[in-house]
């Protein structure tokens, strides 16, 4: 809950027994029968246990929606809905960190965007594992993680294993193969084939039950595991409150062992604890309590919840800003604390909240919301190729962190259209077409191949971009069309921030910034988003907004109807057709 909002609300009028200081959570259906745990007595498994029970009634009622003997039901993760506003920043709950030294490398689990962010001492990002929520190996691009937690590098196998805290496994990251697969629990399809034709059965679900069953029955179940502790032939795995500790086989993936309660656990791994307490000590007061007054704390352990949010990396101490939404270091020698500034942020690729998987498509088409539209404009043309540009004008207080990368653009054309061409992100002029469009244009060549006396006929419609000083973004693809409508889909994933030299009537005002960056993240047609909650989010960061980086998202739908192909003189050739479009586009 501490991830999205800063406090639970509960209004009830039922009366609860007295509560104490601590935490404690109260579980009921419709408010009766209603059990509460205090944070000390607390099993995670049995609430798990019962809040499954109470799910199961939920389950049998909605399983008769999908019932095709070939269709796959769509793997959606709901998130909280404030988290359609929040995930626009760059970094979402920055969770834990681990480094690999040797390799000079961090770890970042970005907990609240489901994946891992690999970076350098200087910030730059160079790779990225996950793809979008869910539970799912594979390569990096589309591998799947749910709020990733703790992680440990590996250097004689050059892995990086991870808590995946949320589906409840522990999973290894080949960085050499870039491959992510599950360590733990193993099922027998993690050990069939990962070819083309596996992915496409499963995707469609022809994969039996049989396949997904465990293989372990009594084994251990793992339940929202958290941290992370590589011992001599084990890995030690712990629970976020520090009351359960699974003994895992390094060499065998199996749980050997389980201890329950505080207590035992804190004796279990007091030697790794203390390493890491005597590190958070060393951070400034201010900052330390800030983070400390946002996590999880213990009677007995104060800094329960930074335990893995802190490493070693050179000369500095990192810390993951869970309330700043960033990365902290602090120079052990000067003292002096600062952020990373993340730079080549085209490796994150297009956020998974702006376009559709595969697995996705459906809950569109059963009605799940679809976000804004930044601009839709329709136009009539005759068939064959189209230049499209769109010139966008962002924010005119913001300002690009960095050049669009053509990795953060998707386009698809849909209907008519076909033959989209890669994305360029670049005002040059220079043509990016892949090989594969090159040879559909070849045989387009051969087939409407007209005589020289043949003129070119340029659509009426089209309009050519002459200003060599317009300093505005620009995308380009190109499309082939076809008699009929068609559709053309651009989304885009623009990395801004305030720009500093904005006149503002207050030049250092946090609060303003705040509710700028606010509207900013806003969706138009989001009635019940809350600016001024989220600006109070932003505030607890006690940094200067200015220097926060956050996502503007682009959608832009481009209707095209092309009419019949115009005849050439002798009445059996087709006429070639090229047309241009520039789209103003602004974001303001």
Same mark, same amino acid.
Not at 172 to 187: I, K
Not at 297 to 303: D, N, Q, T, V
Not at 313 to 328: A, K, P, S, Y
Not at 436 to 459: C, G, I, K, R, T
């Given at each position: ?99 690999? #030294?040797?390799?000079?490398? @961090?770890?970042?689990? &970005?907990?609240?965007? *489901?994946? /891992?962010?690999?970076? =350098?001492? $200087? ?31 590996? #250097?004689?196998?050059?892995? @990086?294993?991870?808590? &995946?805290?949320?589906? *409840?496994? /522990?999973?290894?990251? =080949?960085? $050499? ?40 029955? &009594? ?370």
């Amino acid at each position: 809950m501490e991830e999205y909002i800063s406090f639970p609300v509960l209004f009830s009028n039922k009366n609860f027994s007295k509560l104490t200081e601590e935490a404690c959570f109260i579980l009921s259906k419709d408010f009766k029968n209603s059990l509460v745990f205090h944070e000390k007595d607390l099993d995670i498994a049995m609430l798990n246990k019962a809040i499954e029970e109470l799910s199961v009634q939920y389950h049998v009622n909605n399983i008769a929606l999908h019932k095709s003997s070939w269709s796959k039901e769509a793997e959606i993760i709901k998130e909280p809905h404030f988290c359609t506003v929040l995930q626009n920043l760059l970094l979402y709950f920055p969770a834990c960190i681990s480094t690999d #030294e040797s390799g000079k490398r @961090l770890f970042l689990s &970005d907990r609240n965007h *489901h994946r /891992i962010i690999i970076f =350098d001492g $200087d910030g730059t990002i160079l790779d990225c594992i996950g793809s979008c929520p869910g539970f799912e190996d594979g390569e990096f691009e589309s591998a799947k993680l749910l709020r990733p937690s703790a992680s440990f590098y590996h #250097e004689t196998e050059d892995c @990086l294993y991870i808590v &995946d805290s949320e589906n *409840h496994a /522990i999973r290894r990251a =080949d960085l $050499d193969r870039r491959v992510l697969e599950t360590v733990y629990p193993t099922s027998s399809i993690h050990k069939k084939s990962t070819g083309l034709w596996t992915w496409i059965r499963n995707k469609l679900g022809f994969t039996s039950d049989d396949d997904v069953k465990f293989e372990e029955h &009594d084994s251990p179940s793992l339940t929202c595991p958290w941290h992370l502790i590589k011992t001599e032939d084990n890995f030690l795995i712990i629970s976020r409150s520090f009351e359960t500790l699974w003994v895992m086989d390094f060499e065998l993936g199996e749980i050997k062992e389980v201890v329950k309660g505080f207590p035992n656990t804190l004796e279990f791994c007091r030697h790794f604890i203390l390493e890491k307490v005597s590190l958070l000590k060393k951070m400034p007061d201010y900052l330390l309590q800030h983070q400390r007054d946002a996590n999880l704390a213990r009677e007995g352990l104060p800094y329960a919840g930074l335990i893995s949010c802190i490493t070693t990396f050179e000369n500095h101490i990192i810390m993951c800003d869970t309330v700043g939404q960033g990365v902290l270091k602090l120079n052990r020698e000067s003292g002096i604390s600062s952020s990373f500034q993340f730079s080549n942020l085209g490796m994150l690729g297009l956020p998974y909240w702006l376009s559709f998987p595969l697995e996705s498509f459906y809950a569109v088409a059963t009605g799940l919301s679809v976000r804004q539209t930044d601009h839709i404009q329709q136009f009539s043309l005759l068939p064959g190729r189209v230049d499209i540009r769109l010139n966008i004008d962002i924010p005119t207080d913001t300002e690009l962190v960095e050049p669009l990368h053509e990795s953060c653009i998707w386009c698809q054309a849909r209907g008519a259209a076909t033959e989209l061409s890669a994305v360029e992100n670049v005002a040059g002029s220079s043509e990016k077409v892949g090989v594969a469009q090159q040879w559909y244009d070849e045989l387009d060549n051969l087939a409407f191949w007209a005589p020289e006396s043949e003129l070119v006929v340029e659509d009426e419609n089209a309009t050519m971009d002459t200003n060599p000083e317009d300093k505005r973004m620009h995308i380009d693809c190109v499309v082939n069309t076809s008699p009929g409508t068609s559709e053309v889909i651009i989304y885009a994933a623009l990395y801004l921030k305030l720009r500093r030299n904005h006149v503002l009537q207050d030049d250092n005002d946090q609060e303003k910034f705040a509710a700028r960056i606010a509207n900013i993240l806003n969706p138009k047609e989001n009635e019940s988003f809350d600016g001024k909650s989220c600006t109070k989010f932003l505030l607890k960061s006690n940094r200067d907004l200015r220097d926060l980086f956050f996502i503007k998202p682009l959608h832009v739908r481009i209707k095209l109807n092309s009419q019949d192909h115009p005849k050439a003189d002798n009445s059996k050739d087709i006429v070639l057709t090229d047309s241009s479009l520039n789209i103003d586009v602004s974001l303001n």
